[in-house]
């Protein structure tokens, strides 16, 4: 009997000390981390879970991404996902972003928008979390306003080459990783998920782990 | 006994010959029967189920939406997915057609290839049949090439309005339902999934309904 209550007991505290980042990137893992600090008081892993891509907004792919997460990883989860929206598309290729990057290359998107004057667009990391199946899905959504222009760069960090982020002279790829980590769409999300899960963690996951 | 054996009977013979239409569009359903004819073997119904919008090529989102149908149906299924793939841009819009055209329009879609001379598409209809869950999913990718024009024609019925077929002197939107469905992306790939049911229908829904 005390035996069983020391287990329960530590597979609470488990329960609620571990958070799964579920990406197949790990270098997105080490990013994260960098982010969150020594000081973050709960314990993050990663999995690669095969989720499947759906289409829709920026909140919606990340808030449903997360749900099908939490079912597989049957515990706390997090999730990231990209979108670059240019306005004068309505927001799109946003979501697909990765598939116009890959079709058309850094040109290929400048010249997406050869039709319009305005090149102004938005960066937008959504970070997801929730503390397991059917628990409330919280969404983190950093979004950083920026132009596109032609590559500026190193071009091998996705579309980095292109976005040049709004009181800078400098595009993702010209700026150092510290500086970039600071005002990133990416730097922003993750700022808002650690202070969310430093105020309300301990109550978010102790009511998972409860159950 | 007799009982059962009659009941398993009426079972197979009711799996064998009914095909669910996957589809929230009621409207498809009646092009879809109009094209398969009188004639046709088997009965086809249509029935809404909440499927998740993929991202991907248009074979292999159809292919999975098909695999997910199966599941929720329990039975054979028929899906249909639309792309619209302008050759300038490696195929996009392709599968997120939809989104662009919400966003952007008519206008829209000829502005996104201003930056290009090839202003050529392709109009892509995939039907995806699968006799049940587990099953072989076969593939009917209807493809006709044109090119994408400012509007001409009612504007209501989607991008039809901005794609003109090769050979023809109209829109899509300004030919007559008859004359559309005879060249159209859906009536080809509609005839393509015809001719193999009428052909091999009896041996992969037989063998669906064995099990």
Sequence with gaps: MAAAVAASAAKRIKATSVITFVTG???????????????FPFEVTSRGVDLPELQGEPDEVAREKCRLASESVKGPVMVEDVSLCFNALGGLPGVYIKWFLQKL??????????????????????????AGPGKEIHIFPGIVEGTIVPARGPPDFGWDAVFEPKGSDKTYAELDSETKNRISHRGAAIRMLKAFLEERGDAVLGSASSE
């Design 25 to 39: 990137n790990a270098n997105k893992l080490r990013e994260v981390k960098t982010i969150l600090g020594d000081g």
């Design 105 to 130: 290359g850094h040109d290929g998107l400048n010249r997406m928008l050869a039709g319009w004057e305005d090149k102004s667009a938005k960066a937008v990391c959504t970070y997801a979390f929730c």
